[in-house]
């Protein structure tokens, strides 16, 4: 009796077993078919914790019809990080890379390194077409474009109303309110980034081109500096040699001086538009007096113009789906997605039109400054070599108190000469 119930029983059972296997199996396959019946385009860009790009990822995903999927990767935080990673996977004709975030001082260098793809006929044309200008031209190397403007950045100053009723126009009008307010004994510090790194080199290079100069030559052969970069390293070395001076100056980058401003201590700020909700989340009884003003000028009868920032989409030259790359970099930039990350991630957009966008204009009240800025902005040196230029300026003029100016632009000019005529990719 009970050998014939379990001789029964083992049937029902089996039965049941190879019922829910099979319907396991074909759900999977269901399932399956939608992650692998279309191809996933791998997008590696700086980690963004607002959710900005995930979300323009996921659209753009949505958008393709099934045609393809976003994946997008977060790359290291430090921008050195980000470009050693992918350098290595690049000089190993990695295939797994299809769009790349690259900062903009990267196309040049990886475009000569025939790692990214050129932008050419009717994906150029969207390319460009209602872009900022000056962006175009971090993505641009010998005439030909090698990536989409993403989203761009520039610095403004940032200054306390409380303490600064009219914002200085010129660096030499700014050291002169902050040699008062100490002697006043009020706050009186000019936070701007000392520390031996690529924002040091900013610093240097906006100062050279609002003097009317430039670091290297229109052909990018040579340096060209000069009077200049004479004048650029002595409003260094005056401002870290004067009472403006943070003693934490020569170790400072943009989120130390947020937090110093935030902290009550200073009247002026150079920095990018993240402090402005930094400052109303961080500290509302001076975010009342927080106020900005265009970047100061050398010369009070010639306009600033502060070094452009940002990231460029491009097309790796291994991506097995190329195609698709450019479509989905086109997507991933366009209106909603910029005027998102803007919002949400605070990230200035390239794109002319959203300067008018009424959403746009309520979170960014400092707008109409960001895009007078951009639209005279200077670009950093647009040469493969960039790494060892950048290295050879922030090196030679750190710490900024101990700048010699006119031996360290000779120093400069020596070093950039020999890095551009060096052969072969910075480690």
């Not at 670091?215 to 200049?228: F, H, K, R």
């Not at 909603?336 to 008018?356: F, K, V």
Request: net charge neutral.
């Amino acid at each position: 009796m009970h050998a014939r119930r379990g001789r029964t029983g083992r049937p029902r059972r089996t039965r049941a077993l190879v019922a829910l296997t099979l319907l396991a199996s074909a759900l999977a396959a269901c399932g399956g078919d939608e992650d692998t019946s279309r191809p996933t385009l791998d997008w590696y860009n700086f980690p963004d914790d607002s959710g900005a790009l995930q979300q323009a990822a996921d659209r753009c995903s949505r958008a393709s019809g099934g045609r393809y999927r976003i994946s997008y990767h977060k790359l290291p935080r430090a921008a050195d990080g980000q470009r050693q990673q992918l350098v290595r996977r690049l000089a190993a004709e990695d295939d797994s890379l299809d769009i790349l975030g690259l900062d903009v001082t990267w196309a040049a260098e990886f475009a000569e390194a025939r790692w990214i793809r050129e932008w050419t006929g009717e994906t150029k044309r969207r390319a460009t077409e209602g872009t900022l200008r000056v962006p175009l031209r971090t993505a641009t190397w010998k005439g030909k474009l090698y990536a989409v403007p993403y989203n761009t950045n520039i610095q403004l100053l940032w200054y306390r109303e409380d303490l600064v009723p009219t914002p200085p126009k010129t660096w030499s009008e700014m050291l002169n309110m902050s040699r008062e307010l100490a002697r006043r004994g009020e706050p009186h510090y000019v936070e701007i980034q000392g520390a031996q790194y690529e924002g040091l080199t900013v610093w240097f290079n906006s100062l050279v081109n609002s003097a009317g100069g430039s670091i290297l030559d229109p052909s990018a052969t040579e340096p060209s500096l000069g009077p200049p970069a004479v004048r650029a390293a002595s409003i260094m070395r005056d401002l870290a040699n004067s009472p403006a001076a943070d003693p934490s100056l020569p170790n400072q980058m943009e989120d130390q001086n947020r937090l110093a401003m935030e902290s009550g201590v200073a009247a002026f700020e150079i920095n990018y538009p993240f402090v402005y909700p930094s400052m109303k989340a961080n500290n509302p009884r001076l975010f009342k007096d927080f106020r900005w003003a265009p970047y100061p000028r050398v010369d009070a009868g010639r306009p600033s113009r502060p070094t452009v920032g940002g990231i460029d989409l491009a097309v790796s030259a291994y991506s097995r789906h190329p195609d698709l790359a450019f479509e989905a970099a086109l997507c991933l930039r366009d209106r909603e997605n910029q005027l998102t990350a803007a919002l949400e991630g605070g990230l200035p957009p390239t794109l002319r039109a959203l300067y008018d966008d009424p959403a746009f204009m309520k979170q960014y009240p400092f707008s109409e400054e960001v895009l007078s800025s951009l639209e005279r902005a200077s670009v950093r040196p647009l040469t493969p070599a960039y790494q060892n230029v950048s290295i050879a300026v922030s090196h030679t003029l750190s710490p900024p108190s101990e700048i010699e100016p006119e031996s360290a632009v000779g120093t400069i000019g020596e070093q950039i000469d020999r890095a551009l005529r060096s052969e072969g990719v910075i480690p």
